[in-house]
């Protein structure tokens, strides 16, 4: 079955990092690309970032291109987001989902940008 | 980049009328257009690809039409299970924009 579990969501200030996880379970991520959405609150999803399935193309949201980078770890089936310079517009449910169409998607991790 | 515009953004219909939302992509897509439902505090749910295949376990009251610009999704009979946000997004290359979403509300 599968499973997408994010991870390292909370509260940081501005200017500061966070590092987001996504471990994958019931197929490998060497098959799939995994691509980040976020959604502010009361607001729409937005895309972020993916990676593809082989690793070797990632691309991002003009949002937020230089600041976050996604990258994986394919010993442990996950995928990360590095969010570098956060901005209170970052402040977001973050989720990871199978490369669109998206027919898996984690729960979401909250990750909330305040001083 | 390609701008994903949706029409309307929200609507309030009855209980069994059909209900279209309409999805604009600036330039071509192809057919590389996704629909997704997220009810109030839910994940997304894929509803659609490839504009008009139908996922696996999804109400056959579902349905999604077009290509090249212009996408619809019609729920041909409304449901109270249907209130829900519906996003459209395009997957044939990135951006991965997804459009601004429709709220949909019974009357």
Known sequence: ?115 | DIQMTQSPLSLSASAGDRVTISCRASQGIGNYLAWYQQKPGKVPKLLISAASTLQSGVPSRFSGSGSGTDFTLTISSLQPEDVATYYCQKYDSAPKTFGQGTKVEIK
């Open chain 1, 1 to 115: 079955q599968v499973h997408l579990v994010e991870s390292g969501g909370g509260v940081v200030q501005p200017g500061r990092s966070l590092r987001l996880s996504c471990a994958a379970s019931g197929f490998t991520i060497t098959n799939y690309g995994i691509h980040w959405v976020r959604q502010a609150p009361g607001k729409g999803l937005e895309w972020v970032a993916v990676i593809s399935y082989d690793g070797n193309n990632k691309y991002y949201a003009d949002s937020v291109k230089g600041r976050f980078t996604i990258s994986r770890d394919t010993s442990k089936n996950t995928v990360y987001l590095q969010m570098n310079s956060l901005r209170g517009e970052d402040t977001a449910m973050y989720y990871c989902a199978t490369r669109p169409p998206s027919d898996y998607w984690g729960q979401g991790t909250l990750v909330t940008v305040s001083s």
